[in-house]
């Protein structure tokens, strides 16, 4: 099962303001989901956010025990349990099997809830609550007093309002925005296909020739000093708001970063500006093609992760690994997501590893280089 993980800590002032966020924390509208907030109950804040796709009905109570032991290999205080409906998603954009009927007498996704419950039961770990949200209104599973929780449930917070719109703003400051859907968000860093795909190739290999000449000539550290000059340069271009990406650019950056020096240089990059960063990479991806497209990915998917940004590292994760499934990187930062390590810790330990590398080389690495 895919598990998407996000990391906030925002602050809700009650359920409705809560579920009416979920979208803003994890980037994007769930549907056909199970998603798991977790609470530090002495702060009173949220933290870690899984968002997974629902499963087919024979599979809930597999799914519901590798779930519960997710929770439980670093348990929080509590967690809030919310199954996401299909009604309102776009066409396509969610898997046919996921979507949960509703059920005799009760709630679609109840018998799943059940069986989280059931693997919950003896563990550490409080629920506070378990909920189903569906067409901009939300019910509880647990709860049978009509005035509490009416028959047709009670309407989430209009947008714009109470804690979504806090944190909606919030991630607007960050350069982000609340996408649709998931599958929109796979959009975001796809790459071309078709006609544009072939040309883009051709100009692939044609860079490759030109940069194997340049190392031939001038040697391979000579290309890599260009290549992460490049890097720079392009993104104050987008700290600007004047990028305008050529396909050799493209081909030069996305080719380049395949070479282990440059790409530790790049994820370990540190600017004033990391939406800038992350959003020329983000370009990078979206017009590199698959075949040549590992490299970036796994970069995109570190420094997305490194951000904060769990959503758009797993999507970039997902197409390194559909094209290599033994890509090293993306398999250490996939160990990463799994293990629920803190983006700091990656962004620390990201920075200690180019350092010791550099100090091996007899490099100095100035702050804000890459």
Excluded at 21 to 30: K, T
Excluded at 31 to 36: F, G, K, L, R
Aim: hydrophobic residues 40%; glycine residues 10%; proline residues 7%.
């Amino acid at each position: 099962m895919k598990i998407r993980e996000h990391r906030s800590d925002a602050i809700a002032g009650g359920p409705g303001d809560l579920l009416a966020a979920v979208p803003h924390l994890i980037g994007f509208h769930p549907y056909s989901s199970m998603v798991v907030v977790c609470v530090d109950l002495e702060e009173g804040r949220t933290g870690l956010i899984m968002r997974l796709d629902l499963p087919a009905a024979r599979h809930e109570e597999e799914y519901a025990a590798q779930l519960a032991q997710r929770i439980e290999w670093h348990p929080p205080d509590a967690v809030i349990l919310a199954c996401y409906g299909a009604t309102g998603a776009p066409p396509g954009s969610e898997p046919a099997e996921s979507l949960v009927p509703p059920e005799r007498g009760g709630l679609p996704g109840a018998r799943l809830i059940e069986h989280l419950l059931d693997h919950l039961a003896g563990s550490p770990v409080q629920v506070l609550g378990t909920v189903y949200v569906d067409d901009g209104r939300w019910w509880t599973y647990d709860c049978d007093h009509p005035g509490c929780c009416p028959p047709d449930g009670v309407p989430l917070p209009g947008p714009g309002t109470g804690a979504a719109a806090q944190v909606a703003a919030r991630t607007a400051l960050q350069g982000r925005r609340t996408l649709a859907s998931r599958r929109e968000l796979e959009d975001g860093v796809r790459g071309p296909s078709g006609a544009r795909e072939a040309d883009l190739l051709d100009v692939f290999a044609r860079v490759d020739r030109e940069l194997a000449a340049e190392a031939l000539a001038g040697g391979g550290s000579a290309v890599r000093e260009r290549t992460v000059a490049l890097a720079r340069d392009l993104v104050a271009r987008s700290a600007e708001g004047r990028l305008d990406l050529t396909d050799d650019q493209v081909a030069r950056l996305s080719l380049g970063a395949s070479d282990i020096l440059v790409r530790d240089r790049l994820a370990a990059f540190e600017t004033s500006d990391p939406a800038a960063w992350l959003g020329l990479l983000t370009a990078l991806a979206r017009r590199t093609p698959d075949a040549r497209a590992t490299a970036i990915c796994a970069i995109l998917a570190w420094v997305a992760y490194q951000q904060g940004d769990g959503a758009v590292a797993n999507v970039a994760l997902d197409r390194v690994q559909a094209v290599d499934p033994g890509h090293t990187l993306a398999g250490l930062l996939r160990d990463c997501l799994d293990g629920q390590v803190e983006p700091g810790h990656i962004a620390a330990a990201t920075r200690a590893a180019i350092d010791a590398a550099g100090r091996a080389r007899g490099e100095v690495r100035h702050v804000g280089a890459p």
